[in-house]
């Protein structure tokens, strides 16, 4: 008998498959819309301007400067663009970066959201807006944020190569991990966590060992589609404020930081949280910081802080901050405790 909860379906609408991306005018027009934005990172112009050939006059640019952690000032440059060509909604082609434009561009004038998700961040699925300022990670949440449609098409995610698509999945396991435990979980968000993390176990080593199966790749795709659904419907905890911590105050790269964060914030939380993460750790072992951490070291991922750059002279200020503004965790949030996970963290070593 399931105990008393709350559940609130964000009302995305979610095109799946391979050759969704013949799609993407349909939906332009279905929104009413007739002058789309392309948006992408720099790495991704190339194909973003491909995108805005197809779409012929339902495009009427490309803005293609999205950056990790959705600094404002770049928001304010793409409000500016979107003004100029008097664009009536963005269509957004990649990851976590450019998912965060869009969604930064929305909730400043509500323009209509369609993704073309290339990447297993899962963050399109979510009404929740994390962007950088003097320094500082922000993070906001509201029905404005959420796109309006999502398009999975596997066959985009063919050339991501497998060291991004490592990471940006185990990103993803993130999301469901901390759900299993979130204060406000429910019965179908804990389905859903169990579910993305056995799809992304079982699709991150085959996309390792053969980058162009195309079930994989689907496969990793679906596990990110609901490990992002768990995201945007419940509160996050420890592992999220940190990786903002360390992302948006010492600029580490988003979706590695999560990787190597995700075995220790979740053995920090194993025994406070034992029961709720039990169908999590029979996945890795029964062990769920160390079957994480050894399911990453096997997939080739980053284990290490110290690899992304970061000093161990910051460890101190990052725990610092860590601890600022109070917030529900299952276990209590201790300086010093957070403080030696950094440093495992730093170090790469195995969680104890």
């Known amino acids: 008998m399931a105990h008393e909860f709350v559940y609130t379906a964000n009302p995305a609408r979610i095109l799946f498959g391979p050759g ?82 869009a969604k930064a561009i929305a909730h400043r004038n509500d323009a209509p959201q369609i993704v073309v998700a290339t990447t297993y961040a899962g963050s399109e699925v979510t009404p929740i807006l994390g962007q950088t300022e003097n320094g500082l990670k922000t993070t906001i949440r509201g029905p404005d944020i959420l796109p309006e449609v999502v398009i999975y098409d596997a066959e985009l995610t063919l050339d991501l190569p497998p060291a991004i698509s490592v990471t940006s999945g185990l990103n993803a396991m993130a999301h469901a991990v901390e759900g299993l435990y979130a204060r406000d979980r429910n019965p179908l968000t804990g389905l859903m966590a169990v579910a993305g993390l056995e799809s992304l176990q079982r699709a991150l080593p085959a996309i390792v060992a053969r980058p162009h199966d195309l079930e994989a790749r689907s496969d990793a795709l679906y596990g990110a589609w609901l490990c992002g659904s768990v995201l945007g419907s419940v509160g996050m905890s420890l592992h999220h404020k940190l990786c903002h911590t360390l992302g948006g105050s010492f600029d580490l790269p988003h979706a590695e930081t999560h990787a190597i964060l995700l075995p220790h914030t979740a053995a920090y939380n194993a025994r406070a949280a034992a029961d709720v993460l039990a169908p999590a750790a029979r996945l890795f072992g029964g062990d769920l910081g160390g079957g994480l951490h050894d399911f990453a070291a096997g997939l080739g991922a980053p284990l290490a802080l110290e690899a992304l750059g970061m000093r161990e002279s910051d460890l101190d200020r990052a725990a610092e901050l860590a601890v600022m503004n109070p917030y529900w965790n299952p276990r209590p949030i201790e300086r010093h405790a957070i403080r030696e996970l950094l440093g495992r963290a730093w170090r790469g070593e195995r969680p104890a």
Not at 54 to 82: I, K, N, Q
């Open 20 to 101: 969704s991306q013949a799609r993407i005018a349909d939906e332009i027009r279905r929104l009413a819309c007739r002058r789309a934005l392309v948006l992408s990172t720099p790495s991704r112009r190339d194909a973003a301007l491909a995108l805005q050939a197809r779409l012929g006059e339902l495009s009427v640019g490309v803005f293609s400067e999205a950056a990790m952690h959705t600094p404002v000032a770049v928001t304010e440059r793409a409000m500016a663009a979107f003004a100029q060509v008097e664009a009536d909604c963005v269509v957004a082609l990649g990851g976590g970066s450019t998912v965060g434009l």
